[in-house]
């Protein structure tokens, strides 16, 4: 059973109480101080708005290091052709808005409601929440949004309207990332997208050992 927070405080009980699954707690609200701590201590929240808030740290945790990049033949062909032109925070809400309503194979509904979209616009105007975004003659065509708190990026979600386009803004960002010292892009959960790109899994004690020591500040 998740740990019901409360709604005065925002600390959130230790990973070892998560169930199988990774889930950890329920309730509370999506405050910008509840999300950074959350970041801060390995929980992320997840659920539709059929429920109340709920905060996951699943082990173990799929994560990319920067320097482990796979990046196949095809996709170098792409990056060399230059289909797509990329972008830093020009669109968050535009990029947020198209992966709350991007159709997934298996997923009914979306887990981005209006509430975690104006939490993360909030995040995102306070220099925390970062979009990356693929243009093809001048339409947005692909990208992804998360947290970036020092060396270490927490994915969210990201969405592709054209083939190719979010995986090229992905690997174009990783790339530039791990030159500015980027450690670790959390990508939460295993998926066979991420996989190809040399994401892996990682025991959630490392994982957490990782950011102990992590500072909240955006960047």
Same mark, same amino acid.
């Given at each position: 059973? /998740? =740990?019901?927070?409360?709604?005065?405080?925002?600390?959130?009980?230790?990973?070892?109480?998560?169930?199988?699954?990774?889930?950890? %707690? %329920?309730?509370?609200?999506?405050?910008?101080?509840?999300?950074? *701590?959350? #970041?801060?201590?390995?929980?992320? /929240?997840? #659920?539709? &708005?059929?429920? =109340? /808030?709920?905060?996951?740290?699943?082990?173990?945790?799929?994560?990319?290091?920067? !320097?482990?990049?796979?990046?196949?033949?095809?996709? $170098?062909?792409?990056?060399?052709?230059?289909?797509?032109?990329?972008?830093? *925070?020009?669109?968050?809400?535009? =990029?947020? %808005?198209?992966?709350?309503?991007?159709?997934? /194979?298996? @997923?009914?509904?979306?887990?981005?409601?209006?509430?975690?979209?104006?939490?993360? *616009? @909030?995040?995102?105007?306070?220099?925390? %929440?970062?979009?990356?975004?693929?243009?093809?003659?001048?339409?947005?065509?692909?990208?992804? #949004?998360?947290?970036?708190?020092? !060396?270490?990026?927490?994915?969210?979600?990201?969405?592709?309207?054209?083939? *190719?386009?979010? $995986?090229?803004?992905?690997?174009?960002?990783? $790339? @530039?990332?791990?030159? &500015?010292?980027?450690?670790?892009?959390?990508?939460?959960? &295993?998926?066979?997208?991420?996989?190809?790109?040399?994401?892996?899994?990682?025991?959630?004690?490392?994982?957490?050992?990782?950011?102990?020591?992590?500072?909240?500040?955006? $960047?």
């Amino acid at each position: 059973m /998740p =740990v019901w927070l409360s709604p005065h405080r925002i600390d959130f009980p230790p990973a070892h109480l998560a169930d199988e699954e990774g889930l950890l %707690a %329920a309730g509370g609200d999506l405050s910008t101080a509840r999300l950074l *701590n959350a #970041y801060r201590h390995g929980t992320f /929240p997840w #659920y539709d &708005e059929t429920t =109340v /808030p709920l905060w996951w740290c699943p082990d173990p945790r799929f994560v990319l290091f920067p !320097n482990r990049l796979k990046v196949s033949q095809s996709m $170098k062909q792409v990056l060399r052709r230059g289909e797509f032109t990329f972008t830093h *925070n020009q669109a968050f809400a535009e =990029v947020i %808005a198209a992966c709350a309503g991007i159709k997934r /194979p298996g @997923q009914h509904g979306t887990w981005i409601t209006e509430e975690v979209e104006l939490a993360y *616009n @909030q995040l995102h105007k306070l220099g925390y %929440a970062h979009s990356y975004e693929a243009w093809k003659e001048g339409k947005l065509a692909g990208g992804f #949004y998360g947290i970036r708190m020092g !060396n270490f990026f927490f994915g969210e979600s990201m969405f592709s309207r054209v083939s *190719n386009a979010s $995986k090229a803004v992905f690997i174009t960002f990783v $790339k @530039q990332f791990e030159a &500015e010292g980027g450690e670790l892009i959390d990508c939460q959960v &295993e998926t066979p997208h991420l996989a190809s790109l040399g994401a892996e899994m990682m025991g959630r004690e490392e994982f957490l050992e990782m950011i102990a020591d992590l500072k909240v500040s955006g $960047k």
